[in-house]
């Protein structure tokens, strides 16, 4: 008679929870209680990929707090490099576990690593990236492959966080080998 009532999906749940919270006291929350809300909603879901790259997330943070390098407070931009190493190695192990024909184990590095990027700011466009690299050659003068580590230098402070440095780093090497 009654129909039972369908599960939202993480990304779903998730992506409710950041738009309800955005105009309320929580929006300034840190990464670490943005995890542990995502966990939250992950352990109701029952939903152990999400659980995994989160759990993950957070062991990450708790070690990077906990170094002797650290004073215990993460900036934006150091929090947003640790998950985009955490995206990148989630992304490299796919690779290699596809290209040895184990799709069962490369789907969920792939689902963990879109889990943990939903954490990132947006990334800019191809195009985007362009035009801010072509914006510090010109600054910087650089007309060859030799001035390609001080445009990188420059170029990722600017976008970090931003843009993948493996996307950067490709087209300030078409640029300057033209």
């Known amino acids: 008679m009654f129909s039972k009532k369908p599960e939202m999906s993480f990304f779903l749940r998730f992506f409710l929870f950041k738009l309800i919270t955005f105009d309320s006291k929580y929006f300034t929350m840190s990464l670490e209680n943005n995890i542990m809300e995502a966990m939250k909603i992950a352990m109701k879901n029952k939903d152990q990929s999400a659980l995994a790259a989160l759990r993950a997330v957070k062991s990450e943070l708790i070690l990077a707090k906990t170094s002797g390098n650290s004073t215990g407070e993460f900036s934006e931009a150091d929090e947003n490099k640790l998950l985009q190493k955490l995206v990148k190695q989630r992304k490299e192990s796919a690779a290699i576990f596809s290209s040895q024909n184990r799709e069962d184990l ?3 590095e792939l689902d963990q690593a879109a889990i943990i990027s939903t954490f990132l700011p947006e990334q800019m466009t191809e195009e985007a990236v362009e035009k801010v690299i072509v ?6 003068g650089a007309n060859s492959m030799k001035d390609m580590g001080k ?4 170029v990722n402070g600017k976008l970090a966080g931003k ?3 493996k996307t950067i780093s490709g087209i300030v090497k078409r640029i300057l080998s033209n």
Request: glycine share 12%; net charge negative.
């Open 106 to 108: 490369a789907q969920p």
């Open 135 to 140: 914006e510090v050659i010109a600054q910087a």
């Open 151 to 154: 445009v990188m230098g420059i």
């Open 163 to 165: 843009a993948d440095g």
